[in-house]
């Protein structure tokens, strides 16, 4: 095989493989924090929910410009997710909470786009269709009334 041919090979595996390596890294790290939480089923998903939610208020408040930096988000949605998780009765430490907004973040930032299927629709030509128009319906014209009309034919 041609020396330049295995080059590019090995360079797109390599560059292939580091995506591949962070987002595994990320998912068994954060598989070792929840279990150290010890938190599980309907409290994990509540806990889910909680986080991204407060990230996507952070973000909400980055885009009108309430918040100015990364960081200044990062503090907004650290700060609401204490507050709602406390509210649900979770407990969860400052730094795997941190860690898991970063990975939330990280996954939101780096999740593949996913379009909309398209679908094409063939009309039949050969159908006709018809549309039967009706004249339209002309008001009657009222007999002209004058003033003095109305005065001489009231009663009273």
Do not use: C
């Amino acid at each position: 095989m041609d020396e330049g041919v295995v080059t590019l090979l090995l360079s797109i595996g390599a560059a292939s493989l580091v995506p591949m390596a962070a987002s595994i890294a990320a998912y068994f790290g954060q598989k070792l924090r929840v279990g150290a939480l010890d938190i599980g089923g309907k409290k994990w998903e509540q806990a889910q929910l909680t986080i991204n939610t407060a990230i996507k208020s952070a973000e909400q408040a980055g885009k009108v410009g309430t918040l100015a930096t990364n960081i200044d988000k990062k503090k907004h949605a650290m700060a609401l997710a204490k507050v709602l998780l406390a509210k649900q009765k979770i407990r969860m430490d400052d730094a795997v909470l941190s860690e898991l907004i970063e990975a939330n973040v990280w996954e939101t930032k780096n999740a593949p786009e996913v379009k909309a299927p398209t679908v094409e629709i063939e009309v039949d030509k050969a159908v006709e269709t018809k549309v039967e128009v009706k004249p339209e319906v002309m008001p009657q014209p009222s007999p002209e009334i004058k003033v003095g009309d109305v005065i001489e034919n009231a009663q009273g």
